[in-house]
């Protein structure tokens, strides 16, 4: 299972980092991947991570994310710096590619002033 947190309301501008709790998968080995699905759109891949630490990014958001992880605690981090109304959205973490039963509710990101 994949249990993402840390979403909530931002001003334009603002920062917030978003976490992903594994369990009861062989965490390092896959890569792992945020995506996003804001009202009305198509959930869309924000970024990844290998299990070795490169990572790539929607060009939406290059520049002003990282994502990073810490397999020790099987965790997927999304730092998301000088946000955007436009970046509002629940995000969901997911193994890349994505697996169907590792969806969860994801968390909510609201950027508003």
């Known amino acids: 299972q994949l249990q993402a947190f840390g979403g909530g309301l931002v001003q334009p501008g603002g920062s917030l980092r978003l976490s992903c709790v594994a369990s009861?998968?062989?965490?390092?080995?896959?890569?792992m991947s945020w995506y996003r699905q804001a009202p009305g759109k198509q959930r869309e891949l924000v970024a990844i991570v290998t299990g070795s630490g490169s990572t790539d990014y929607a060009d939406s958001v290059k520049g002003r994310f990282l994502v990073s992880r810490d397999n020790a605690k099987k965790t997927v981090y999304l730092q998301m710096n000088s946000l955007k109304p436009e970046d509002g959205a629940v995000y969901y973490c997911?193994?890349?590619?994505?697996?169907?039963?590792?969806w969860g509710q994801g968390t909510l990101v609201t950027v508003s002033s």
């Open positions: 997911n193994t890349f590619p994505a697996v169907t039963d590792y």
């Open positions: 009861g998968i062989a965490f390092s080995i896959r890569a």
